[in-house]
């Protein structure tokens, strides 16, 4: 017997998608936690907060979640991971090999579908699309949301891009943008802290620097990943993912220790 679609027309589905996105879109106006960057430090992070109840929203700037994690190293599509960072892999079900004694390589799509639909499972919510623009500050400086806008703004015309953003207020921001470390370097401007800027690549030292500095760097305002590289002046390392990963676990450690 051949199937029928059921009846419904281009209104309901229109319909539904508008008024489903602003029902989640007005939820999360306020929340536990907004992430800044879907990388794998922000989806690590967000993920083992949403798990633990906490209000979970992720602001990404492209049209696709993952960062360099579903590309790989050099546009090869192959991810490596350093020991002990293969945990997360086993966690999430992530087939992988090891290479060498310590090092180990996973399909960059795979672990990236993977994370992507376990941060989801666990009630991450996100916003695609979506610039950071500014942050929300209070009297004493302290971090309480942020300021973003559609991305495809800063694509317009100088003369026609007075397109005014909208802010969100969460009790806590984790930059998770990656090199750029977009949320930190705000603060910069403003005075309020001093980046060092990433150095050169040395892979067997920044990984363990990085989970080291991964933390609280302004009240309110914690950062993950390679971030942290830029923040504190640690070494780059590459198309490697074990400490991105793992920093996003240690994010969420310390904001749930925040959020109590």
């Known amino acids: 017997m051949k199937e029928k679609f059921s009846p419904v027309g281009e209104k309901e589905v229109t319909r539904a998608i508008v008024s489903e996105f602003a029902t989640q879109f007005t939820e999360y106006v306020e929340s536990d936690c907004v992430i800044v960057g879907a990388g794998p430090s922000g989806l690590m992070a967000g993920r083992n907060l949403a798990r633990a109840g906490k209000k979970v929203l992720i602001v990404e700037r492209n049209n696709y979640l993952g960062g360099g ?18 945990r997360v892999l086993d966690e999430l ?25 376990s941060a989801c499972d666990s009630g991450v919510v996100f916003a695609n699309m979506t610039i950071f623009d500014d942050l929300v500050l209070r009297e004493d400086s302290r971090v309480a949301g942020v300021v973003i806008n559609w991305t495809p703004v800063t694509a317009l015309p100088r003369e026609i891009t007075c397109v005014d953003p909208v802010a969100l207020e969460s009790r806590l921001v984790i930059d998770a943008t990656g090199h750029d470390a977009q949320v930190v370097r705000k603060l910069e401007e403003r005075g309020l802290i001093k980046t060092k800027g990433y150095g050169a690549m040395w892979v067997e030292r920044s990984e363990d620097l990085i989970i080291e500095h991964t933390g609280e760097v302004h009240p309110g305002l914690i950062v993950a990943g390679m971030a942290v590289s830029t923040t504190y002046g640690l070494p780059r390392m590459g198309p490697t993912f074990g400490a991105m990963l793992l920093s996003g676990e240690v994010a969420a450690e310390i904001a749930l220790e925040h959020l109590k």
């Open 69 to 86: 994690f579903w590309i790989g190293g050099y546009l090869l599509n192959k991810v490596t991971v350093r020991h002990p960072a293969e």
């Open 93 to 117: 079900g992530i087939p992988y090999k090891e290479v060498v004694k310590g090092l180990f390589v996973a399909d960059g799509p795979h672990a990236c579908s993977k994370l992507i639909a």
